[in-house]
């Protein structure tokens, strides 16, 4: 990759004109006339986004792209990342219930955040499902994703014995 960071997002931006052409859109708000911000919490406006099942914090993570593009995309915002995910903690980070999910349910009501994305759950992406493991007889957690099928293998349900279960 080289290049500037606008550049690239130049890149990106034209991209995706090219995929609406192709793609319908996933969702349309109407109302929507711009992207939310919160005025008063530092010196610029604030652009919160919402990272859920964002896993813990990498290099290159969204996080990390975000840090680094965002003080030259969107110099005139101060732009804050809000990450929600069981492995950085198990409370805070439930996606399923408890306060931390009723405040993010809460903002999101509000309009708070200007962008919010997820991707699977790390515990079932996971590459050590695809190893065989000899203490178990060669038996483990299944593969649940493939590259090719990111939100589930064909053929998997729910009620499986080795599919994810829902975190209490």
Do not use: Y
């Amino acid at each position: 990759m080289c290049g500037s960071p606008r550049a690239l997002f130049n890149d990106l931006l034209c991209a995706s004109a090219d995929a609406k052409q192709i793609l319908p859109p996933v969702l349309d708000w109407p109302g929507a006339q711009a992207v939310p911000v919160v005025i008063g919490l530092a010196e610029k406006p604030t652009l919160f986004i919402l990272h859920m099942f964002s896993g813990r914090r990498r290099q290159f993570d969204c996080h990390h792209w975000i840090e680094m593009l965002a003080p030259e995309l969107l110099p005139e915002f101060n732009v804050v990342s809000l990450s929600m995910d069981t492995a950085i903690d198990d409370k805070l980070g439930n996606m399923m219930s408890g306060p931390s999910f009723d405040k993010a349910v809460s903002l999101a009501h509000a309009r708070v955040f200007g962008l919010s994305f997820t991707g699977p759950p790390c515990e079932t992406w996971t590459a050590a499902r695809h190893l065989k493991c000899e203490e178990l007889g060669d038996r483990g957690p299944r593969p649940l994703r493939s590259s090719l099928d990111a939100w589930g293998l064909a053929g998997l349900t729910w009620l499986a014995p080795d599919a994810p279960q829902p975190v209490a």
